[in-house]
């Protein structure tokens, strides 16, 4: 079983990179992002506080995920809803790093991916991937970027889906995320010393995804 994994911060790219390297590599991409993202999500849909541990919990338990792909791509249900769209409004960015932070959260997601690594080549890309869902993963690498370009990156995505998110509140959300991923108590993002770093602030996607081929293929 050939696993690739690929950490780095919010913004960085990595599930782009991490989709078009799955298909050109011909094996299957798992967003575990967009798990967190649902959990996220099903808290602000219930009115709890993104960071309260107990609230979160309550619910944990009765919570149903599934990941499926459909005519070749990766949709998230959320109890039988497919919330692939509902996931990706820029307010549950937040949601999904704090709710992250509660290990009950990452404990539960974390046995489901590992359970779907074991059953066939994947690309798996997050925050932890490399240093705590498969540390064993065969190619293992940290993408990152500076904030501004991330940011200027994500306003982008924004605008032409016609949400309205000003660049200013989008690099402080990135900048607070990072903090928050890199600080938090249990499993948190890092870059391992078996890593390979690639700072894409510079690279567009086909030249960060013509690095990471040309470290798989050496």
């Given at each position: 079983m050939i696993n690739i994994a690929i950490d780095g911060p919010s913004g960085a790219g990595k599930s782009t990179?991490?989709?078009?390297?799955?298909?050109?590599?011909?094996?299957?991409?798992?967003?575990?992002?967009?798990?967190?993202?649902?959990?996220?999500?099903?808290?602000?849909?219930l009115g709890f506080d993104t960071l309260d541990a107990d609230g979160i919990q309550s619910f944990l338990d009765n919570t149903d995920i599934k990941v499926a792909y459909i005519d070749g791509v990766q949709s998230i249900f959320l109890d039988g809803e497919d919330v692939s769209v509902a996931i990706?409004?820029?307010?549950?960015?937040?949601?999904?790093?704090?709710?992250?932070?509660?290990?009950?959260?990452?404990?539960?997601?974390?046995?489901?991916?590992?359970?779907?690594?074991?059953t066939e080549d994947?690309?798996?890309?997050?925050?932890?991937?490399?240093?705590?869902?498969?540390?064993?993963?065969?190619?293992?690498?940290?993408?990152?970027?500076?904030?501004?370009?991330?940011?200027?990156?994500?306003?982008?995505?924004?605008?032409?889906?016609?949400?309205?998110?000003g660049y200013d509140t989008i690099l402080a959300d990135i900048n607070e995320r990072d903090y928050n991923d890199s600080h938090r108590a249990f499993a948190p993002l890092t870059q391992t010393a078996d890593s390979v770093f690639i700072d894409s602030t510079f690279m567009?996607?086909?030249?960060?995804?013509?690095?990471?081929?040309?470290?798989i293929k050496e």
């Open positions: 990179i991490a989709k078009e390297l799955a298909k050109r590599l011909g094996i299957i991409y798992l967003d575990t992002g967009a798990m967190y993202r649902a959990i996220g999500l099903k808290a602000v849909r990706r409004e820029h307010h549950i960015s937040k949601a999904a790093s704090d709710v992250s932070s509660i290990p009950a959260v990452r404990i539960k997601l974390v046995a489901m991916q590992r359970k779907i690594a074991d994947m690309v798996l890309d997050g925050r932890d991937i490399t240093s705590y869902v498969l540390p064993n993963a065969k190619y293992k690498f940290f993408l990152t970027a500076k904030a501004e370009e991330r940011a200027s990156r994500r306003f982008k995505e924004l605008t032409a889906k016609g949400q309205e998110v567009s996607i086909d030249e960060a995804i013509a690095e990471i081929i040309k470290y």
